[in-house]
Structure formats: C-alpha cells, structure tokens
C-alpha cells in the first residue's frame, strides 16, 4: 500500500530529517528583523534536490516568501500547507542552557533552539511530507502546494497577507493546513478550528511636569495612566457583546474527548490550571498592560508615560469597535481628551493612542461532520496513538488572512511542539513528535489529493 511506503520511507530517513530541521533552525532568522530569506533558499535548495519547483519572492533587507507545489496541475483538489519562517528573538541568551541557535540535541529525544517549536519543526515537516510525494512518485489527481511565509511573527502583512493578494490568488483551495505547534501538555495533539486576534496599542498619557516639591502645580501623567488601567475591566461595557465560538460547556466536551471519559476530564481541570485558563481565554475578550514607561527624574512630576495594552479579540470581534470603545472609555469615564498621535508635544492634557499591531480572529464555522477533517483526525490519532480534540487557538495566528478573507474557510491548525515552549527561552521540539507530524502532513496530503 502507498500508505505503507510513506510510512516507511520516513522512519528510513529519520536522520537525514532531523538534520535537516536542525539545519533550519541554525539558520538565523529572527524577526525582527526578519532575514527569512535566509531560510527559504535552504528550502529551496532542499526541493530542487527533488525537481521540485519553487519561487521566492524577496522584499526588504534579506526578507523572503516561498511557493513551491507538487506537480503543475491545479485543476483537481489543491491542499495548502502554511508555514512560517520567521522566529522571535532569543531574549537573554544566559537563560539558555544550550545556544538558541545550536539546534542541540539531547538524548535523541529532545531538539532545542529558537524556532524549535515555533514554528520551524512544523514548517521542515510540511517541506519534507512534499518532498516524499515527489520522490516516491506517487500519482496523485490533485496538488500539494506549500506556502514558506515570512513576518507572522510581526502581524503577516508582508507573509501570508502578500502571498494570497499577490501569488495564491490565482489558486483555488480546497483545504488549508497550518502548521503552527497544537500541543498543550499534558493534552495529546489537538487540532485548531480557529483563533483568538490581537490588537496591541500604545497609550501615552501628556499631563504638566513640576518640581515634585509642588505637585498640585502640574498634572502626574503616571496617575492619569493608573487610571486608564483601572478603568480597563470596564472596556467590555464600551463594546458590542459577541458570543464565543464555543461555551465553556461545549469546549469542556471537546477537550473532554482527549480524555477516557467527563468524569476523569473533570476531576484533571480541577487540578490543572493551564485547562483552567484556556477555558476562560477562549470564551472572554482580554487586555493585558505589558510594558510602562514613566518618569525622568526622583523629583520631577513626569509630563509623559507611555504603557503598551494586549488585547486578544474573540472571533467576531472588530478591531475598529475595540479602538472605538477604548476612546469612549478613556474620555467619558475619565474625561480625556484623546488624539491619534502619541508622539505629540504638547503642553495640553490629553491621550495619545496609537495602534501598533492589529488582527481580527476567524473560526470555521463548518467544521463540524466534515470528512475531510474527521480523515485528519483519524490519521493523527492513528500516528500518535491518541485521542486528538478540536479547540481554538488562544494566540493570533496567519490563518485570519485564509479564512476572514473567504480564500479557504476550510482552514486549520495542527503542528508539533507545544505552546507553552514557544517563545520561551530554551524552546524545544519532541524529535519523535516531529517524526510524527512528517507521517501525519505526507499521509494527509496523499489522501486528500490522489
């Protein structure tokens, strides 16, 4: 069976796969500033090894996005499979026990390095499932594209966003993969129907400055700041109501189904406060105050703090209506004057708000009694030998652009490594879950096209 020489030409090559992540995740691609294109011409050069044909399409300083696709037909059934390039900084490289960029090895189990998990594990998988198809030669009706994107680590626009505006338009597609980390430990692999947006703002709060001697002769824009983030629960109350995708009843039955039974579901949520808050991040609008800065001198009242506010946006919810209530609150709960410009010099009492980074969440709707997503599902948990579920991604991802757009509404998530890995200092991948993802996105990509 086909199936049969997919499964084992991976475990045939295992050595040469793991290198061959490895050999991504040493190449530096941190964003900012970007230097993806560092990486495409590794998978590049990896395809064409193959006869594999691939395009990249640079732009800015050393910045790269990839198409590259099985065959030239594009009239049968066209799976895409996402994935992006880019990783975050490694921070403070003292909290790393091995370089981030090593791609260190630990007892043949273990693969650590920034981008292990997100998300260079999931994106070398979706190249090498590719690469299979090609060399085994297998006949197949349809087409397996894949999509090396740059920029998700900075909102998209210049990765997934450009790519569907500019090359993928052209294609029609019939279901999307992406392969973002979709462990959350200690669940087994779950797979993503959607995801939660985020808009990030920065607020800066203009008062009078004065010598701290005299307080009451200026205006402490620290204390207007204070008030602004106390105020911030009652954002909701400023901003249309919107229903989850899902309750918290029926997410705890779909993260339920990981488990023998509700019952043991139960008693393990009690005891797990990671199941605790997904549950409550994925039915409720957040914000969060990240970063402040305030003050220039132990005796000077400060004229000036500037405070970064996350907000992560349920599926539904506008980015416009969240900037709008935000203002609404700020001027007739506290009486500010507001402004667009945070940069502003002058002397008046105001707030200056700037949007930073935004994106709208997206859920697929239709999810459910899908056969191709009950085929997914039966091949992941056949590979891992466990239950899967089906959940939303707390975080923002690339995949708003495929469904909101309506591109692909057919579109998921589902990726080695975990989400409490990524971004974290000493990242790292499962090297046997990573196996696992190659046999699950080679042996998926053969079902739905062949």
Known sequence: MTEDLIVNEIEKNKEVYINFLRELIQTDSYNPPGNEKNVAIKIQDYLNSSGIKSEIFPFGENRANLIAYLNDNFHGKNLLYNGHMDVVPPGSEEEWKYPPLSAFVKRNKYLFGRGATDMKSGLAAMVIALKILKDLNINVSGNLILNAVADEETGGNFGTKWCLENKLTHFKIDFTVIGEPTGLDPLPKSIMLGEKGRVVVKLVTHGISTHASWPFMGKNAIYMMSEIIEKLEKLDEYIPSIKPPFSINQLKKLLSNAFPNEEIFEKILVEQPMLQSILKALTNFTTSLTVIHGGIKDNVIPD???????????????????????????????????????????????????????????????????????????????????????????????????????????????????????????????????????????????????
């Open 304 to 450: 000036k703090c500037e405070a970064f506010i996350d907000m992560r946006l349920l599926p539904g919810q506008k980015v416009e209506s969240i900037i709008n209530g935000l203002k609404r609150l700020i001027k007739e709960d506290l009486g500010y004057e507001i402004t667009n410009d945070s940069k502003s010099k002058s002397n008046d009492i105001f707030v200056g708000i700037e949007l930073i980074q935004q994106s709208e969440g997206s859920f697929w709707k239709d999810w459910e009694n899908d056969p191709t997503l009950e085929a997914l599902k039966n091949i992941i948990e056949e590979i891992y030998k466990k239950k899967s579920f089906y959940l939303i991604y707390p975080a923002s991802q690339d995949a708003q652009f495929i469904r909101n757009g309506g591109y692909c509404p057919a579109t998921i998530s589902f990726g080695p490594g975990s989400g409490s890995s990524a971004h974290a200092a000493n990242e790292f991948v499962e090297i046997k879950d990573f196996l696992n993802s190659i046999k699950v996105y080679a042996l998926f990509a053969y079902k739905f096209i062949k």
